[in-house]
Nanobody, 123 residues
Framework: QVQLVESGGGLVQAGDSLTLACAVS????????MGWFRQAPGKEREIVGA????????YYPDSVKDRFTISRDNTKNTVSLQINSLKTEDTAVYYC????????????????WGQGTQVTVST
């Protein structure tokens, strides 16, 4: 019943900013840690941000720490990913995911996934 739906992707120019949104339904009673991942063609899925449910604890890999910001709106059951100074290397399908596991940095620990939203960065 838990559903994650990503939105906000599209074709953007390098240097632009973009905010992706993840709408969560069916998980009001339970608590989840939320993560954003991305996967480019020929590349492994990688985490770009995570946030612990009901807390302010966040995680970012070093590769995106200065440009990516994850946030949560508890009243709307949404999680956002703000990306600044977009690069062509950011082109990928971005996925929202949820987990109850304490480890939030690995994709294999996440239980629920959205279908993804495509972000294409052009020059």
């Amino acid at each position: 019943q838990v559903q994650l739906v990503e939105s906000g992707g599209g074709l953007v120019q390098a240097g632009d900013s973009l905010t992706l949104a993840c709408a969560v339904s069916g998980a009001t009673v339970s608590t989840y840690h939320m993560g954003w991942f991305r996967q480019a063609p020929g590349k492994e899925r990688e985490i770009v941000g995570a946030i612990r449910w009901t807390t302010n604890r966040t995680y970012y890999p070093d590769s995106v720490k200065d440009r990516f910001t994850i946030s949560r709106d508890n009243t709307k059951n949404t999680v956002s990913l703000q990306i600044n100074s977009l690069k062509t290397e950011d082109t990928a399908v971005y996925y929202c995911a949820a987990t109850r596991a304490a480890i939030i940095t690995m994709a294999k620990t996440y239980d629920y996934w959205g279908q993804g939203t495509q972000v294409t960065v052009s020059t």
